[in-house]
């Protein structure tokens, strides 16, 4: 005798409902613009800051929609601060004062566009209502995990108005110009790099990418931001070393490579020679004190090595330890 499961409506509902709570919690989580009724997402050409947006980034791209995009905060930006340091070393590198033309300072509070306007043409307001970004955020606090979150909000918009992107953190020092490392889909610096440009383990950094804009890269930047609610209480880039594996990314096709610290090195796993390196990241660093004192010594050695002659470039060029730094930010 076959027996047939009697059907139970009850668990039937509690089930629909069940998923239906997923969905709209995956989908329609609160987000710090979402949340105050001004989301991009249903702005019209009409919205002045959609617009200004828009104009700022048409006036700094380059001849392919490129833009270079960095954020920057009231803590980075005063005189002689993160923000200073991160414009001399584009003014001291090799082929890289020009790319400052392409530069957008995006200001994540009042104080910090107001800076932004003294010292840069290509400044944009991105402030949050009922959120305060202007002082030092620490590593994993509510509030910086708030600010990596807005970012990647925000570089979505970039891509979906149709420009790449170079993004870098304002401490990241730009010595070489750095396009021709450049070219995939989302090209990532690494804290850690295992030797191989499309070797998934390697430890990505968020804070140096480039980003082309395309129907795969959009998608992917939405689910990064939707994996959020997922990971509750972990940063962007911890989400990224979990979604890179995604199924998503191979059903998108989506291209990542990854960065050889060789050119694109940081306090983490620095750069071993200084006739090839392009960026210095002063990753693997707590403290807005120490980050100033090793980006520095940073700028510093990079100028000695400057001032040498070809022949004495060559010899100091592939030294085991060009680098003063880290010092404090060991």
């Known amino acids: 005798m076959i027996m047939v499961k009697r059907f139970n409506p009850l668990y039937s509902l509690i089930v629909f409902v069940i998923v239906l709570v997923a969905c709209l919690l995956f989908c329609h989580s609160e987000d710090p613009v ?49 923000i200073d340091l991160f414009l001399e070393s584009f003014r001291i590198g090799e082929g890289t004062e020009g790319l400052l033309n392409h530069l957008v300072i995006v200001a994540m509070d009042r104080q910090a566009f107001d800076q932004c306007k003294s010292i840069h043409p290509h400044c944009f307001s991105l402030t949050t209502p009922g959120v305060d970004f202007a002082a030092e955020k620490v590593f994993m606090t509510p509030d910086y995990l708030k600010l990596m979150w807005r970012r990647i909000y925000f570089l979505r918009l970039v891509l979906e108005l149709g420009y790449n992107f170079v993004f870098t953190d304002a401490d990241v ?64 880039q911890y989400v990224f070393e979990i979604i890179k594996h995604a199924k998503i990314v191979k059903r998108l096709g989506l291209q990542i490579n990854y960065l050889d610290t060789a050119y694109f090195g940081g306090f ?26 090793d980006l520095r010594l940073v700028l510093d ?28 930010c060991k």
């Not at 702005?43 to 828009?54: A, H």
């Not at 750069?271 to 004192?293: D, P």
């Not at 400057?306 to 004495?312: K, P």
Request: charged share 20%; with cysteine.
């Open 34 to 82: 979402e949340a105050n009724g001004n989301s991009w997402l249903r702005t019209t050409p009409s919205n002045p800051e959609r617009r200004e947006l828009v104009k700022v980034l048409k006036k700094a791209s380059m001849g392919d929609r490129t833009v270079i995009l960095t954020t920057l905060n009231q803590a980075w930006s005063g005189p002689g601060s993160v």
């Open 173 to 236: 020092m730009w010595f070489r110009n750095p396009f021709r490392h450049l070219g995939e889909d989302i090209t990532i610096a690494c804290d850690f790099y295992m030797g191989n440009p499309e070797d998934t383990s390697n430890r990505a950094n968020g804070g140096f990418k480039y980003v082309k804009s395309n129907t795969m890269t959009i998608e992917f930047y939405k689910y990064w931001h939707m994996a959020r609610v997922l990971y509750p209480n972990s940063h962007d």
């Open 301 to 328: 050695d990079w100028k000695n090595f400057s001032a040498l002659s070809q022949q004495e470039k060559s010899l100091i060029g592939s030294s085991s330890s060009p680098w003063r730094a880290p010092n404090k």
């Open 268 to 293: 983490c796993q620095p750069s071993k020679n200084m006739s090839k390196v392009c960026t210095m990241h002063a990753n693997c660093c707590v403290g807005i004190e120490r980050r100033l004192h």
